[in-house]
Every structure is written in C-alpha cells, then in structure tokens.
C-alpha cells in the first residue's frame, strides 16, 4: 500500500522535467543527462521473454533508423537483470534475426520504474506495464502513454508523435487530429479580440476565427 | 562499466574513444564525430574510461593518459 501511495506522490506528468535517474543498462551505466541534447524516449516492458515485448522489441529496432533521423535515443526499461535482458536481445537476434541495437535499463530494484508511475499494481505489482515518455532535449517530459500488458504500442504512433512535437516546437503551431507530416497545422488560438480579429486577415484557412490552419 | 571490460581492457566502443582522443578529439561531440557513437554512449564511456585511468578530465575536456595509450 505504501509503495502505491509513494508511486501515485511521484507520477510525473507533462510539461514537468524528467526524473533523474543512474541505472545500470545493457550498455552500461547511464544517467538521464547523458542523452541532454536529444530527444529520449524512454519505454518500459513487463518483462523479457515474453511474447508481446518481443514483438515490440523487434519494432521499436525497426524504427530506430528513422528515430535517429530525427534526434531521438531508444532506452528500454523492466524489472529483468542485465544478464536476463542480454540473454533475450541475443535470443530474439538468433531467433528472430533483429539485433536490438538500444540500452536496456535492468531496473531490479524498481527505482526507475517507480518514479516514473510505471508499476500499476492493479494491471500486475510486480511488473511495470508498457510506458512510452517522450522527453525533449531539455529533459522536460512532452508526452506519456500508457498501455495494459496486453496491447503491443504502435511505432507509427510513437514517430507521429516526434514529428508532431518536432514541428511544434519549429513553428510555434499545433497539430490537429491524425496529422502527418505535410498536412496543414493550427494557428494556436487568439488569446484577445484584437488577435481574433487580425488573425481573419492572415492568410490562413480559417473555419472561424478559433479554428485556423497554414502550411509549414 | 559499458566500455571497460572486467579485465580492464577497452571494448570495442572503449577503444574507438580512445583512438579519438588520441588523434587530438577533447569534446564529447568531436569524439562523437570521430568515433561514430551516439552521445550518451560517449559521456558514459568518458566517465569509464576516466575512472579507469585510461584518460583525463580537466573541466570540458579529455586527454588520454599513458595508461590509455598502452592499451589502445
């Protein structure tokens, strides 16, 4: 019960900075200031050896290419040992011919785990269920999803979601529902009458004056 | 440590870093040029290396040591 409470206390939320952490990986020890400078997403699997993760292991290894392209680091997370989380990147190499090319965090003693609200003891309390943060250069939190132990997440999810925030950042817009990359973003919305009024003449396409989108 | 085997010696990652200070790198990013690894792997790799005597730290930047130069 009191590991709950502390877990609920140190949820981090978006907008807040990344929590710190030092923890021993398969490629050695790391500290969340080590990727300072480049987007980190940092995603967490219940546990090696199990059918879901490895399908999930082999697409995050898929995308890593293009997640590089764009300035973002790979860092996966269990409650697994190092020697476990070698033992099955070589299996699913051996098995399944993808080497995983990414650090896994071995977070044995659930540090990691449990200041990033990783651990839902209703879905299992000994298990951390599949997050994905989205941490930003500065190592301020942008985005967090959660899925059960059952559901594989979707890569095309998580890069739309880097693109999404990329072009954000670059051009002060935001995205609208199921954008991609080329399609048109919003103008973010007047904060004053004057502003809604002049926006009328920019040469956006407005649906009205709350509602308007550019190319970028 | 991830670039120091428990022998002591440099791994492979170990290695390109020092070969990079060698050739007169003294930043984490011009080592990361030089060496192609990602940054993290090159600031985790420096504190290795460093706390095994293989290089330097003085502020921002690396030098290797002759501990260093011996095993490279």
Not at chain 1, 12 to 20: M, N, V, Y
Request: charged share 25%; proline share 6%.
């Amino acid at each position: 019960m009191d590991e709950v409470k502390e877990q609920m206390v140190s949820l981090p939320r978006i907008g807040e900075p990344a929590p710190d952490f030092k923890a021993v990986t398969t490629h050695g020890v790391l500290k969340l200031e080590d990727f300072k400078g480049s987007w980190l997403i940092l995603f967490s699997h219940p546990a090696d050896f199990t059918p879901v993760c490895t399908t999930e292991f082999m697409a995050f290894a898929e995308i890593y290419a293009e997640l590089r392209k764009r300035g973002v680091e790979l860092l996966g997370l269990s409650v697994d040992s190092v020697s476990s989380h070698i033992a099955w990147t070589r299996n699913v190499e051996e098995k399944m011919g993808v080497k995983i090319p990414f650090p896994i965090i071995a977070d044995l003693d659930k540090e990691v785990s449990l200041a990033y609200g990783m651990i839902h003891p209703s879905e299992s309390k000994t298990e951390t269920v599949r997050c994905v943060f989205v941490i930003d250069p500065t190592q301020i939190i942008r985005t967090i999803l959660y899925y059960p132990l059952t559901t594989g997440r979707n890569m095309d999810e998580i890069i739309r979601i880097v693109d999404a925030l990329q072009t954000t950042d670059a051009h002060h817009v935001a995205t609208p529902a199921n954008w991609r990359p080329g399609d048109k973003v919003i103008v973010p919305a007047p904060n004053t009458q004057e502003m809604a009024e002049e926006r009328l003449k920019e040469e956006y396409e407005c649906k009205d004056w709350y509602l308007c989108l550019k190319k970028v | 440590m991830g670039c120091i085997s428990p022998d002591g010696k440099p791994t492979e990652s170990g290695r390109k870093m020092l070969a990079a200070l060698q050739k007169g790198m003294r930043s984490p990013e011009d080592i990361v040029r030089e060496a192609g690894l990602p940054l993290f792997r090159v600031r985790s790799g420096l504190r290795d290396i460093v706390g095994a005597g293989l290089a330097e730290q003085k502020g921002e930047s690396y030098d290797i040591t002759t501990k260093g130069l011996e095993l490279l």
